[in-house]
């Protein structure tokens, strides 16, 4: 009697799930279907079928002018740049405040997380890179993700470091490793999983990050797919189909790999809050 | 044989960890190089930038001259007799107040029950979880699309259904275009901080609730008392986050309102980077070193507030 009440309060509770998560389905559907109606339909925002089937034409347009390829290949420059620096440093400099107890690797343990919690200083920033000439260049807004996000993947590098038994370096030290060549064949291998979570971590934060190449690139031909969104709404304000279809190709890469990864992707962008 | 037999005796194990800790003093060593890569990109682009701020703070430094000269705090009396600067300051607050009870409340929830057994949990979860995957330039255009008083979708729909006072101007209103912006957030995030309680709740053993369940609890009971005590830890962390996130947000309402109508949804840092489009560099920068040291601030007693929380419960 009991179970069956609470089985079919199950169901309900589903079926009321369901229907709020249509605040989420429904304007994903807005969006592919506006993405292959006409101009002056795509500016009405109906949840209707297309009375024009205009993909093929529409879809033309974006590839003609949408600029995809130089957004696909700086966001693919810049993300695995960042990456790679990122994850090669917070990598190093958590092995040795995970490992040395001393107040300097305390204080470099604090200092590091101010920098997860205060905004980036425009203007100053601007000049800083102005003057080692890396305004309106990849390679400065690789740096500045580094700076930011340096922290972060410290944060969750640190925890898992700290599970690592320190009889790993004892064992190898005695063995006859030095420390360099400790950690390239014995640690860092052994971070394997926490690297692949921090990589998610980089990616998720620099592929998606839309303020960064704002503030620092004012050239757009190195902006990164969010920005080119945006100066595709620039040229057409009011054509909804295109601006709709634009995100639905900048998105679709991101969500094919949230549909084979979602487990991990999930992990990468909670990992900071779930470890801590 | 004997030593397996030495090893096995406690006093043994006692002894040979004190000599491992005492090698451990005396032969790794952890050279300080292994720190200097990421302490140099952190200090160089991260650190000074914010630390040259207090200096440049106190400048008349600006596009228009190429001299810079000390003013002392004029800056900030500047900054404090702006109209806008209190716009800014209130909406940013608004705005980093409504987002985070907005992704504390709904997703917590939303993480009750999708842990309670639900078939399709799985798909829920990644249907939830999913607008965080999308970056903000196109959930902000999204959103006008959605949002816009005339002819967005959230108006006609509200129309059609004979809803027509609840037709709002959402960003067209400028008493509701910083909410609107909070809205897409909770729309938007939500999904995290739901999975950081979904990690939470998994972890808080079913022993308790079934203890609960034999002394006759409701599920109210059960919520209050074991649910919520032993999810402080999450709570915690999503608030701070969630503060500190929406306190130095900037694209959430950029690419939604442009901090418009007017200037009616402006947030600091949109304010920072518009003073700095007009080349008002020292200006900008004191803003925005108000609001470093404000979210410091803030988010120190939050913080230690919080913690205490965690060990009462």
């Known amino acids: 009697m009991t179970a069956k009440r609470k089985r079919w309060r199950l169901v309900v509770g589903e079926i009321g799930l369901w229907i709020l998560s249509l605040f989420i389905i429904v304007p994903y559907l807005l969006v592919v279907l506006t993405s292959v109606k006409s101009s002056k339909e795509a500016g009405l925002f109906r949840l209707s079928w297309p009375s024009e089937f205009l993909a093929i034409e529409n879809f033309r347009i974006l590839f003609e002018r949408g600029y995809f390829l130089q957004g696909f290949t700086n966001s693919l420059v810049v993300t695995f740049g960042s990456a790679v620096i990122i994850l090669l440093c917070s990598a190093l400099l958590s092995f040795y405040i995970a490992r040395v107890n001393t107040w300097a690797s305390r204080l470099l343990y604090r200092l590091f997380m101010f920098g997860m919690v205060a905004p980036i200083s425009l203007v100053t920033t601007f000049n800083l890179l102005k003057s080692f000439h890396l305004l309106n260049t990849r390679l400065g807004i690789i740096m500045v993700f580094a700076g930011i996000l340096i922290p972060f993947a410290m944060f969750i590098y640190v925890g898992f470091i700290r599970t690592i038994p320190r009889e790993m370096d004892e064992a190898a030290t005695i063995d006859g490793c030095g420390p360099y060549r400790m950690f390239a064949l014995i640690i860092f291998p052994l971070m394997k999983p926490i690297t692949f979570t921090a990589a998610i971590l980089v990616f998720m934060n620099v592929w998606n990050d839309s303020q960064i190449p704002l503030f620092f690139l004012n050239d757009n031909q190195y902006w990164t797919l969010p920005l080119n969104i945006y100066r595709f709404f620039g ?31 999930i992990e990468g962008m909670t990992s900071g809050a779930v470890k801590g | 044989m ?45 650190i000074f930038p914010t630390l040259s701020g207090f200096y440049y703070s106190l400048t008349d430094w600006s596009a228009a001259s190429s001299v810079i000269n000390f003013v002392g705090f004029d800056q900030f009396i500047e900054v404090s007799k702006n109209p806008d600067f209190g716009l800014a300051m209130k909406n940013t607050f608004l705005y980093a107040l409504v987002t985070t009870i907005g992704k504390i409340v709904f997703p917590l929830m939303l993480a009750v029950l ?86 939470g709740i998994q972890n808080i053993s079913s022993e308790y609730y079934e203890a609960a369940d034999i002394d006759g609890a409701s599920r109210w009971m059960k919520f209050t008392r074991i649910t919520l005590p032993l999810l402080m830890p999450a709570i915690t962390i999503n608030v701070m986050l969630s503060v500190i996130y929406g306190a130095r947000m900037f694209e959430g309402v950029y690419f939604l309102t442009q901090g418009g109508p007017g200037n009616s949804s402006e947030v600091m840092m949109t304010m920072v980077y518009k003073y700095m489009g007009q080349g008002l560099y020292a200006y900008s920068t004191a803003l925005n070193l108000i609001l470093v040291v404000l979210i410091l601030v803030v988010s120190m007693p939050l913080l230690s507030y919080l913690k205490k929380k965690e060990v009462e419960g």
């Open chain 1, 235 to 265: 040229y057409f304000r009011t054509d909804w189909n295109y601006i709709f279809g634009n995100i639905l190709l900048t998105t679709l890469p991101v969500f094919l790999l949230y549909l084979v990864g979602q487990r991990y992707m």
């Open chain 2, 2 to 46: 004997r030593a397996r037999i030495v090893r096995e005796s406690p006093i043994a194990k006692d002894f040979s960890g004190q000599r491992t800790r005492l090698n451990r003093r005396s032969s790794i060593h952890y050279p300080v190089l292994f720190v200097v890569p990421a302490v140099i990109i952190y200090v160089v682009f991260f």
């Open chain 2, 114 to 199: 999708l842990t309670k057994g639900i078939r399709t949990r799985n798909a829920l979860r990644a249907v939830y979880f999913s607008p965080a995957i999308l970056n903000i330039v196109a959930v902000g255009l999204i959103f006008q699309g959605l949002m816009n008083p005339h002819t967005g979708f959230v108006n006609q729909t509200l129309r059609y259904l004979n809803l027509d006072f609840l037709a709002l101007g959402w960003i067209g209103d400028p008493n509701l275009s910083i909410y609107s912006a909070g809205l897409m957030e909770i729309w938007r995030a939500s999904g995290i901080t739901m999975a950081i309680f979904i990690a």
